[in-house]
């Protein structure tokens, strides 16, 4: 199966400064990341995807690489705002059944 | 509002006691999941269901169980609660068949206590 984590539970940044964080998984064969983010008291939010076959995809403010030969993965957000204050999770499909594995997520926080 | 609900937003519960997280989707997705999200754990997928009238195990099963008799509503059913499902439950829905390419959209989540 699949197993994913992220690198640090906590970040840290100053509000318009960029944030990168970070995610491995385990299985070479992974082949769909997904990065989620999730505020206080809610639900997780879709943020961004990326497939194997691309290294790179960017959304709005939002990039997310990945390098396939360490099997890591990364989410930076531009000029990060107070709003982006939330636990970020990347996910990847496992087992049989492609069920969504998540890792145990970053907390982000953004000072003032 | 096209979405996701889930009812009760919280509960108190007393071990030993049956309870049942409703879950409803207007998005016509075809599958649907149940999650429990726990400290330091993330996410962890109880059941889930590809499409109206099959469910299927996660990575945590035990002590629960699913239906889906439509395409909607996914009822996720605790038959004796204990203490250690003390959690905050998430559902949430896909398009597709369940497939783990398809993004998954979560609904805000019941926080559940066994006391």
């Known amino acids: 199966g699949e197993s994913v984590g992220l690198h640090l539970p906590t970040l840290s940044v100053q509000e318009g400064d960029n944030s990168i964080i970070n995610c491995a998984y385990s299985n070479s064969a992974s082949d769909y990341f997904i990065w989620y983010k999730q505020e206080s008291g809610k639900g997780p939010q879709f943020i961004i995807d990326?497939?194997?076959?691309?290294d790179k995809r960017q959304g709005q403010r939002v990039t997310v690489l990945l390098n396939k030969t360490v099997k890591h993965l990364s989410l930076q957000i531009a000029a990060t705002q107070p709003g982006d204050s939330a636990v970020y999770f990347c996910?990847?499909?496992?087992?049989?059944?492609?069920?969504?594995?998540f890792g145990s997520g970053t907390q982000l926080t953004v000072l003032p | 509002i096209a979405g996701i609900t889930q009812a009760p937003t919280s509960q108190i519960l007393a071990a030993g006691r049956r309870m049942t997280l409703r879950c409803t989707q207007d998005m016509r997705h075809n599958a649907m999941y149940w999650y429990r999200q726990d400290l330091g754990l993330g996410l962890r997928l109880i059941h889930y269901?590809?499409?109206?009238?099959?469910?299927g195990k996660g990575e945590v099963p035990d002590g629960y169980s699913v239906s889906r008799a439509n395409t909607d509503d996914f009822p996720l059913t605790l038959a004796s609660a204990v203490p250690s499902q003390t959690s905050v439950y998430f559902c949430?829905?896909?398009?597709?068949?369940?497939?783990?390419?398809?993004?998954?959209?979560f609904g805000p989540g019941t926080r559940l206590t066994v006391l």
């Open positions: 949430a829905s896909s398009p597709g068949g369940g497939s783990g390419t398809d993004t998954q959209y």
């Open positions: 996910a990847a499909p496992s087992g049989s059944a492609r069920q969504l594995t």
């Open positions: 269901s590809n499409t109206a009238g099959t469910t």
């Open positions: 990326i497939r194997s076959n691309m």
